[in-house]
């Protein structure tokens, strides 16, 4: 199930970006957070695939969502220019932005080679 995240929940799920200056993972499983738009056509064509992959993943990694006409300060924060962006957030090491709508199949590749190597 995805779960969407304000900036209060990314916070303490995602990244505390106000108490740390650099990268530090809060999360118990790697997660991709969508950063997407209602408005936006080709968010709407991701959406049921990472449904689909919250789904197969279950347990594995989390599937989460920022809107970024609420959360501006968010998209701000990861210089976020087009949607969809996916940044892909392993338990260690460094997150991997992704720009555009990734077919199911390579985003099941970067979740084999990000999240879950």
Same mark, same amino acid.
């Given at each position: 199930?995805?779960?969407?995240?304000?900036?209060?929940?990314?916070?303490?799920?995602?990244?505390?970006?106000?108490?740390?200056? =650099?990268?530090?993972?809060?999360?118990?499983?790697? %997660?991709?957070?969508?950063?997407?738009?209602?408005? %936006?056509?080709? %968010?709407?064509?991701?959406?049921?695939?990472?449904?689909?992959?919250?789904?197969?993943?279950?347990?594995? *990694?989390?599937?989460?969502?920022?809107?970024?006409?609420?959360?501006?300060?968010?998209?701000?924060?990861?210089?976020?220019?087009? *949607?969809?962006?996916?940044?892909? %957030?392993?338990?260690?090491?460094?997150?991997?932005?992704?720009?555009?709508?990734?077919?199911? =199949?390579?985003?099941?590749?970067? *979740?084999?080679?990000?999240?879950?190597?």
């Amino acid at each position: 199930m995805t779960t969407f995240l304000t900036k209060k929940t990314f916070l303490e799920k995602v990244f505390n970006y106000e108490q740390n200056s =650099e990268w530090k993972y809060e999360g118990e499983l790697p %997660c991709i957070i969508d950063f997407y738009a209602d408005w %936006c056509q080709p %968010c709407k064509m991701v959406a049921p695939i990472l449904e689909e992959l919250s789904l197969e993943y279950e347990g594995k *990694i989390n599937i989460y969502k920022i809107n970024t006409e609420v959360e501006q300060e968010l998209a701000g924060a990861f210089g976020i220019r087009s *949607i969809p962006s996916m940044l892909f %957030c392993p338990k260690e090491g460094q997150p991997q932005m992704a720009v555009g709508a990734l077919p199911k =199949e390579s985003l099941i590749q970067a *979740i084999n080679d990000v999240l879950l190597k």
